[in-house]
């Protein structure tokens, strides 16, 4: 059986029941509502739609993405036009994609938004705005990565980063944590980092979404190191 397994710190949860899980966790402290009929609404927002078949970042986010549709209305933002076949994908798995914020934003008070999903902190300060249009709305930020822990490596390979540079960007970064109700981490190591900052925070793991497969692994004998990676993600290459 092909399995997709979701690592969390809430053990024996199905996808579904971590969807769950997350709703009943950002409506904590909120007045109880009459039950109807109607779904909650999402508004996520990313920098582009996520490369599904190119990154294991954007595999999870495109699992993430329909796991939430299957429970809530999701709509997308992005910041700049993605290839067709990514948003063929969105709609194939029941997601909305909207596009740019300006879509909306002659009629934003005519939504009900209940969660702000924001991927990686550049999209918080990128689409923050939507903050004042739903300000009842929960916030979940999703990390992806802890970006600062990354470019501190860089300090030593890479002369176009400055501990200046770094810092500002770290400044960015936990500002965007701050504004949100749920932080979701891809790893244990990333959670510590955040917590390390923010210790009052609700930081939770969702780490990268892979199918099970079984491969074997002949050893030639010469010593060479085969790695997999995105290249466009710095500091790889």
Do not use: C
């Not at 909306?104 to 008070?109: C, H, N, Q, T």
């Amino acid at each position: 059986t092909i399995g997709i397994f979701i690592r969390t710190k809430i053990r024996g949860y199905s996808n579904m029941e971590l969807i769950n899980y997350w709703w009943s966790k950002i409506l904590n402290n909120t007045k109880k509502v009459q039950v109807s009929n109607s779904r909650k609404v999402i508004f996520y927002f990313a920098p582009t739609i996520p490369d599904y078949d190119e990154s294991s970042g954007g595999r999870r986010a495109t699992l993430l993405l329909e796991m939430m549709a299957k429970k809530f209305n999701v709509y997308v933002f992005y910041g700049k036009i993605p290839p067709k076949k990514y948003l063929e994908k969105l709609k194939s798995i029941g997601v909305n994609p909207v596009g740019f914020l300006r879509n909306i934003e002659a009629k934003a008070s005519n939504y009900k938004v209940d969660i702000l999903f924001f991927a990686w902190y550049n999209s918080f300060h990128q689409f923050k705005k939507a903050l004042k249009w739903f300000p009842s709305a929960k916030v979940i930020i999703d990390s992806v990565d802890v970006h600062w822990i990354r470019e501190e490596r860089l300090l030593i390979s890479n002369s176009n980063y400055t501990k200046t540079h770094v810092e500002a960007n770290k400044r960015k970064e936990i500002e965007a944590y701050k504004a949100g109700d749920i932080i979701l981490a891809v790893t244990e190591q990333d959670k510590r980092h955040i917590l390390k900052e923010l210790p009052l925070k609700q930081v939770e793991i969702v780490s990268n979404i892979h199918r099970q497969e079984v491969n074997e692994y002949n050893d030639s004998g010469s010593n060479k190191i085969l790695f997999f990676g995105g290249f466009k993600h710095t500091p790889n290459i």
